[in-house]
């Protein structure tokens, strides 16, 4: 199953599909697109960025543009919404929804939402209407799809909300929690150190270092070098691009300080990374 939801006018696009089409699995390694995933009958296992994922059943995950998916052919028991920022584009609508910093680019892992029965009837029925507009050719469809997405977005946000481990942490906090996750995803190439943020947001890096113990079990810096890992790995596995221009294009001025950095968190060399995966692939 395929739906699609296409202008010519603003080149927007939103599709509905299980992904047991070829067109579909496509649509995974597409880099310009958000994908929402929901492991609605089975666990799947989603490879995100050369890492592998096991998405529970009752479990939807929410990907950026940025990552690279993949899931073997016939997969069944998923359902997902693909769009890209012209239709929907989370930074832009950030008043409307905020689930900027918390469903994406909350982290350098992807967030996953646990639904319990309640909450799957509500998320089955919403998935319903989804489909229902497919039949709809009209003018106004494209509002309405986009209607339903900020509801499905808001309601997700809500219950990442009350998952997090300290649920009476202040709204402004929190805040300050997801501006955080936002300026590491627009700065992590050349920003990192905690100080750089602290800066940014009017905020001390010990005061930072104390709302992030309240809040997860990492640190500020651990998320800052979380990113700037990932995207190392990203870059190797899925570009032609040396080591070198990697740790140029990720801040450093010496590629040795990055095969530092890089063997430091992943436990092997650049090279050895690559090679590792490629051989396993």
Request: charged letters at 30%; proline letters at 2%.
């Amino acid at each position: 199953m395929r739906l699609n939801y296409t202008s010519l006018k603003d080149e927007s696009l939103f599709i509905f599909t299980d992904f047991n089409c070829s067109s579909s699995l496509n649509l995974l390694r597409d880099t310009g697109l958000y994908k929402i995933i929901w492991s609605k009958d089975y666990s799947v296992n989603i490879r995100v960025d050369g890492s592998l994922i096991t998405l529970k059943k009752d479990q939807i995950i929410f990907c950026t543009p940025l990552n690279i998916l993949e899931i073997e052919k016939s997969t069944e028991g998923m359902l997902s919404l693909v769009f890209n920022r012209e239709f929907y584009c989370i930074r832009d609508h950030d008043q409307e929804v905020s689930c900027n910093g918390f469903l994406f680019f909350g982290s350098s892992v992807p967030q996953v939402l646990s639904l319990n029965e309640k909450e799957k009837e509500s998320f089955s029925m919403l998935f319903y209407f989804f489909k229902e507009e497919f039949e709809n050719k009209d003018h106004i469809q494209g509002e309405m799809l986009r209607t339903l997405l900020k509801r499905f977005l808001i309601k997700s946000r809500r219950l990442i909300k009350k998952d997090i481990s300290e649920p009476e942490l202040p709204n402004n906090q929190l805040d300050i929690i997801r501006r955080f996750n936002i300026l590491i995803e627009q700065h992590f190439r050349e920003k990192h150190q905690v100080s750089d943020y602290a800066e940014l947001l009017f905020r001390s890096p010990k005061t930072l270092s104390n709302l992030f113990r309240k809040y997860s079990d990492k640190s500020p810096l651990a998320m800052i070098n979380e990113r700037i890992v990932l995207e190392a790995k990203r870059l190797l596995l899925y570009s032609d691009k040396t080591s070198e221009e990697i740790a140029y294009e990720l801040g450093y001025k010496e590629a040795g300080h990055f095969s530092k950095f890089f063997k430091k968190h992943v436990s092997y060399s650049p090279s050895e990374f690559k090679s590792k995966k490629l051989l396993n692939s």
